[in-house]
Each structure stands twice: as structure tokens, then as C-alpha cells.
């Protein structure tokens, strides 16, 4: 959550950065069942992963693997991500376990 502020924060006093597509990212490759398995285990480790086989991606699908390239916002600023992926994660867990923080949230609604 924080690198991805300060990714924001660093775009935000870029002028080279003004019409330039740019991805705030790790640049590492995590999979959904990664993920889902930490988050299982630090949100309820009784839960358990479904499969339902008409949703998983056919052998012959376009994309099988998604990684964001930082190279852009690493060169046109001083950004680089400071936490891992489980380390980032663990924050962001922390922060919706906190009522004070997820009586603030709005799911339905998308702010910067």
C-alpha cells in the first residue's frame, strides 16, 4: 500500500512523467493461488480453496502469466518498492483488521 503511494507521490512531481503510461509495480510475478494462500492463512486458515473447472484458463488462452514492469517509473523517478509482496500484503491485512480503518472503507467507490 505505501509503495504504491509513494509511487503515486513520485509520478505526481514528475513533469517527465505527464502523458506517460506508467506501472507502479514490483516487477516479481505472484500468482493468484499465492496470493489466495497467504491470505488464507492470515485470515482464516480453516478456509479452503473451490476450483471451478469451467472458469479456469483453457490451455490455449492468451495470457498465462502477468508481471509488472517498473522499469519506466524506476527511470523517470527515485521510486523503487521498499516492501515485498508478503510484507505489502501483511500491511494491507493489518490495515482492514483495524475497525477504525474499515469503517472508512467504501467498497463501492474508487478514490485516489
Known sequence: M???????TAIGQTDAAIGKEI??????EHSIGELA???INELNPKARIVTDEQRVRPDASE???L????SL???????KPCYTFKEGLAETVRWFKD???LAR?????YNL
Open 67 to 70: 508481471i509488472g514492469d517498473n
Open 37 to 39: 494462500e497467504i491470505l
Open 99 to 101: 475497525p477504525g480503518n
Open 2 to 8: 505505501q509503495d504504491t503511494v509513494d509511487g503515486f
Open 73 to 79: 517509473i524506476k527511470s523517470l523517478t527515485k521510486w
Open 23 to 28: 506501472n507502479i509495480a514490483s516487477g516479481e
Open 105 to 109: 472503507y467504501k467498497a463501492g467507490v
Open 63 to 65: 495470457v498465462f502469466r
